[in-house]
């Protein structure tokens, strides 16, 4: 009896939240030109940039403060876990070993997968992609790893040093734009240096070297919290 | 030094917390000492961005990669901001030295790290110019803050973590919603265009946006009836952590709730949110007290109050929708607001920090705990006390002040249902916390040995008493500061006047 | 008026909620908050969109009027990571939770600790 009154109640409450975001979203209409500050980006991407792939120039370039914030909160993600499961020892508790198939195939494919991985977050400045997707492909790599060997595991210390270095290395990224033009997280190599012509490989300023830094992070930190996670302690 | 260096306060405590994992082998006296010399250096910085902003009258703005706002995100670290980052700098601090011998849970390296990273999270929290920047921060917070309350991995812990969890997954989906409801409204998400925006923008949808906003954020700002999580995570946190929850996490949820209403103050419909607010606040002090008096453990007691305190501080922002922000009623009611948040994170550091130490020396915080504490540790019982005092309003102490002022706006704006329903809540306060003082005091006489105190443990309390009844003495000092914080807060002209907007066009 | 195309993500944030909201299963409620956070980045995306263009990457054929506007895309590559963060962080919590009272109804938890 409770509990249909707890569901009638919850039901009222979402459809009031509900008819009150539609509300609003019909002045928010659908397929228009909304743009004021995205226009302006669009322009001048490839001119201030040097990439041309614009959501990444943004998450990189322009609303650099975002991305290094989201950094830290997979940084925090994958120290809060390691802190909540902490104990003096654990070990994998895994059982079935497996399949042929897979073992055989993990071993084929894990060198293509990270190969991949790196291939996406180097490509980020002009392609779809960037470091997030390109370390969370990595880590995949590891995952699987993980699900056809039962004794496998991460070289776990390397992976923490690496992931902080990593982080490290960001912010020291954005203190030299701070020392060389004045501005933290300001794109020294772009706009000081001038390197690359747009399209190639080589442009896009510090986007692939940044981008390149977080898939490090984002696959340490990924495939550690799986490790951290697939690990059992002895109560 | 030019003012971008400001950007150290977000740099500096990021590049130490990832630098741990390689001193994670160096012992627990390293690591945690190793996180008192990052507290030092914030300090620095934090003075030195507060020298500057009180001394040249102008707000350093920080622009990440050289993009002038909207491009880019910026910084805005006006009177406000520069004064609580340096108070978010001291609690850390003060914390730090207290994580020496409260704290002995492992792994330290991990805690160090989090430390860290919370005290980043409400800095940028209070310095950030960008709406979606604010989401980003509020997430480092409220992540952390997960993550920090259930670090003492008991059962307790891991549900008030699991419920702050939820309750905060939901309020940062609505304050999406909010942003993404505002984005599609304006095209921009710069705080400073946004208030430009204000008065142009459907009403409808700033409406709706403005409450889901709210909606997110009274999570951060423990406002009734979204801070069900807060007294078990107060609880359940390691007792610096709790200390720093009360002293700046909180407050910088309530900075941001109220930066972003003033913001939209041109917007019509705008009062009606701020009277919708006045509500929450008064319901925030009333439910804070009565639940406090109820209460057997004296953290979980002292919890409650500091909600009901923030809610007190909440009631001050609220007062300026009946009142409209140009009037002298509001500037009274905000700076008195301010200066009670600044009073409240001073007496509750004190409390939370003497309390948090009696749970170490003697193993828990119930009431029986505290009972003739006054023989066994008279520093720390002293603290207490005049802590006490302060947070009820006795005069001659710092809160007396605030709590003053916050009331005689409220009477000036026209609240005096709210006034009074807050003074009966006071009455309910001053009986919890003489019981406390009268337990510590003038019962348990059977228990005498001595304890002996730590010596930095109670050079830290006895600090923060002096700056207590030094306020309370001299409160006029400190007013002139939060005077210009509330004006930094409250006139919004100016705010966007002194942020340089460059001209990206217009919508289509 | 309102476009159809807005409903999906509300739906999706109906229904996450009404699974938060319902649900006694920890790991349900978990689920729950992210199809509520699918569904929020579905609408931030959607509001982006501008019918007729294509995605933001300026390579041939594609210029800057003809491209959709990328902030939103921005916005949700942010807050994808987020989502995986807070679910990465309550998923430790709820096997802390498991291994303290051997179940993840949250009913049976309050009870048992009374």
Do not use: C
Request: hydrophobic content about 55%; glycine content about 10%; aromatic content about 12%.
């Amino acid at each position: 009896m409770v509990s249909v009154l707890k569901r009638a109640i919850a039901i009222a409450f979402i459809l009031i939240i509900g008819y009150w975001i539609a509300s609003a979203l019909s002045h928010v209409p659908f397929g228009a030109d909304k743009m004021l500050v995205g226009n302006y980006y669009l322009q001048h991407v490839e001119n201030q940039t040097g990439a041309i792939n614009a959501v990444t120039a943004i998450v990189v370039n322009y609303r650099g403060f975002d991305t290094l914030g989201e950094v830290t909160v997979l940084f925090i993600a994958s120290t809060g876990v390691a802190a909540l499961l902490w104990e003096r020892k654990r070990k994998r508790t895994a059982r079935t070993e497996g399949t042929i198939v897979l073992t055989t195939g993990t071993r084929l494919l894990f060198p293509f997968i990270l190969l991949f991985g790196s291939y996406i977050f180097i490509h980020g400045h002009l392609t779809p992609g960037g470091g997030f997707p390109g370390g969370a492909t990595i880590a995949t790599g590891f995952l699987l790893m993980y699900l056809a060997f039962t004794t496998y595991r991460i070289p776990h210390r390397g992976f923490e040093v690496s992931e902080g270095l990593a982080g490290m290395g960001y912010v020291i990224v954005g203190l030299i734009g701070l020392a060389v033009g004045g501005y933290f997280l300001f794109d020294w190599i772009w706009q000081t240096w001038k390197i690359g012509t747009v399209g190639n490989l080589v442009s896009g300023g510090f986007i692939p070297v940044i981008y390149t830094l977080i898939a490090i992070k984002v696959g340490t930190e990924l495939s550690g919290i799986v490790d951290n996670m697939l690990r059992e302690g002895s109560s | 030094m030019n003012g971008q260096y400001a950007a150290l306060l977000i740099a500096i405590p990021l590049i130490s917390a990832f630098f741990v994992p390689l001193i994670k082998k160096a012992g627990r006296k390293a690591i945690l000492s190793y996180v008192i010399a990052v507290t030092v250096a914030q300090i620095a910085v934090a003075a030195w961005v507060f020298k500057r902003v009180y001394t040249t009258g102008k707000p350093i703005i920080v622009m990440a990669g050289g993009w002038k706002p909207p491009v880019g995100i910026n910084l805005y670290i006006g009177y406000f901001a520069a004064l609580f980052v340096l108070i978010v700098a001291i609690a850390s601090f003060l914390m730090a030295v207290f994580n020496l011998r409260a704290m002995k849970t492992e792994p330290l390296d991990k805690y160090a790290m989090l430390f860290l990273l919370l005290m980043l999270g409400a800095t940028g929290m209070i310095a950030t110019g960008d709406i979606f920047n604010l989401f980003v921060f509020m997430e480092i917070t409220s992540i952390t803050a997960y993550a920090l309350v259930a670090y003492n991995k008991t059962g307790e812990a891991a549900e008030a973590s699991m419920k702050y969890m939820i309750l905060g997954g939901i309020g940062s989906s609505f304050f999406l919603i909010g942003i993404a409801l505002i984005y599609g409204a304006t095209g921009t998400l710069n705080m400073a265009q946004l208030a430009q925006f204000a008065g142009l923008v459907n009403s409808t949808v700033v409406q709706a946006a403005l409450a889901l906003l709210i909606f997110g954020l009274a999570v951060e700002a423990e406002l009734f009836p979204l801070n069900a999580w807060a007294p078990d995570a107060y609880q359940a946190s390691p007792h610096p952590i709790t200390a720093m929850f009360a002293a700046f996490v909180v407050k910088a949820g309530l900075y941001a709730m109220v930066r972003v209403l003033f913001l939209f103050q041109a917007s019509s419909g705008w009062s009606g949110i701020m009277k919708l607010l006045v509500i929450m606040a008064t319901l925030t002090v009333v439910f804070g007290e009565f639940s406090a008096l109820r209460q057997r453990d004296v953290k979980r007691m002292v919890a409650y109050s500091s909600i009901s305190q923030i809610g007190l501080a909440a009631f001050g922002f609220a007062l300026v929708g009946k009142a409209g922000a140009s009037t002298g009623v509001a500037s009274l009611a905000v700076s008195a607001a301010v200066f009670h948040m600044v009073n409240h994170a001073i007496v509750k550091l004190l409390l939370f920090l003497a309390v948090g130490y009696v749970a170490i020396a003697l193993g828990g915080t119930k009431l029986e705990h505290f009972k003739g504490l006054g023989r066994r540790m008279p520093v720390t019982a002293f603290s207490i006390t005049i802590a006490a005092f302060a947070v009820v309003g006795i005069p001659m102490f710092n809160v007396f002040w605030s709590k003053v002022k916050l009331l005689i706006a409220g009477v000036e704006a026209g609240y005096t249902w709210s006034v009074f329903l807050i003074l009966g809540a006071s009455v309910v306060e001053a009986v919890y916390y003489f019981r406390l003082v009268h337990t510590m005091w003038f019962s348990g006489e059977d228990v005498n040995e001595k304890i002996s105190e730590s010596v930095p443990i109670m050079a830290m309390m006895l600090a923060l008493v002096a700056v207590i009844i030094y306020i309370g003495l001299y409160p006029n000092t400190v007013w002139h500061v939060v005077q210009k914080a509330g004006s930094d807060l409250l006139n919004v002209g100016s705010y966007v006047k002194h942020v340089p907007l460059i001209n990206v066009g217009v919508r289509p | 008026m309102i476009s159809a195309y807005y409903f999906g993500s509300i739906a999706l944030i109906m229904i996450g909620l009404y699974t938060v909201l319902v649900k006694k299963n920890l790991l349900k409620i978990l689920v729950g908050l992210s199809i509520m956070e699918t569904g929020v980045n579905l609408l931030l995306i959607s509001i982006g969109y501008i019918s007729g263009r294509s995605a933001p990457i300026l390579s041939e054929g594609v210029g800057p009027n003809q491209a959709v506007d990328p902030i939103p895309q921005a916005l949700v590559l942010t807050a994808i990571v987020i989502g995986v963060a807070t679910t990465a962080m309550a998923l430790s919590v709820a096997i802390l939770l498991y291994k303290k009272y051997g179940t993840l109804n949250i009913e049976e938890i309050r009870r048992l600790r009374g």
